[in-house]
């Protein structure tokens, strides 16, 4: 019954080691997104997804990359993995005029 | 793009003690707001949320906010606190997406 689901919920993982975090939503939502919260509690949008095309690329280095196979996913890939990469990194979705759902988020931990 | 600032980094109140978090947008048009809450630990929870209509707004737990659009505010209360509000509280403003403040710890102590 989750809305919106995170997989996996904790990544330990080394320099340098690509990775993949998995977000699914069963609400029917258009609109998904990926936020990383930085050590501070900072909330940041990195992309968002709306019916397969990107919509918003906020300055984030390109290590990063989204793909959508279909509406219901979002997956987050991460190239190079660095240390600053150490966060907490939430999945979400939206659809007007209802607002935004959020995943129970991926604390990302890089060594 | 819309931007949020929320004015009280940490903000430390004892059980009973009533609650006000600031919070202010910077965005000319219309606009949607939201507060969540994230309790240590967990995913952010919606607490409340305006689109349009009585600029007064009730959420769960007991608490409200105001939208004042004159001042481009909106303000998270709470006459009551209990220890079990601790927790970290975001104001949100979504436009074409959802920008965050930085965030008001809110603690509680018993």
């Known amino acids: 019954d989750t809305a919106v689901s995170q997989t996996p919920k904790y990544l330990v993982t080394q320099m340098g080691n690509d990775k993949s975090i998995k977000c699914e939503q069963n609400l029917g939502h258009d609109t998904m997104y990926w936020y990383k919260q930085d050590s501070k509690k900072f909330l940041k949008i990195m992309f968002s997804y709306n019916n397969k095309e990107l919509i918003i690329n906020e300055t984030v280095p390109n290590r990063f990359s989204p793909k959508s196979p279909d509406k219901a996913h979002l997956n987050l890939h991460i190239n190079s993995l660095e240390l600053g990469d150490s966060a907490v990194y939430f999945c979400?979705?939206?659809?007007?005029?209802?607002?935004?759902?959020f995943g129970s988020g991926t604390r990302l931990t890089v060594v | 793009a819309q931007s949020v600032s929320q004015h009280n980094h940490h903000v430390i109140l004892s059980e009973a003690a009533s609650l006000e978090l600031g919070c202010n947008y910077s965005?000319?048009?219309?606009?949607?707001l939201f507060w969540y809450v994230q309790y240590p630990g967990q995913h952010l929870q919606l607490l409340l949320k305006?689109?349009?209509?009585?600029?007064l707004v009730k959420g769960i737990k007991g608490f409200e906010a105001e939208f004042i659009k004159s001042k481009f505010s909106f303000n998270l209360r709470k006459p009551s606190v209990q220890w079990s509000d601790t927790a970290e509280y975001f104001c949100a403003v979504s436009v074409n997406d959802m920008r965050f403040g930085a965030g008001t710890r809110l603690t509680v102590k018993p």
């Open positions: 979400a979705s939206s659809q007007e005029p209802y607002g935004y759902t």
């Open positions: 965005y000319g048009g219309t606009v949607n």
């Open positions: 305006y689109f349009s209509g009585d600029p």
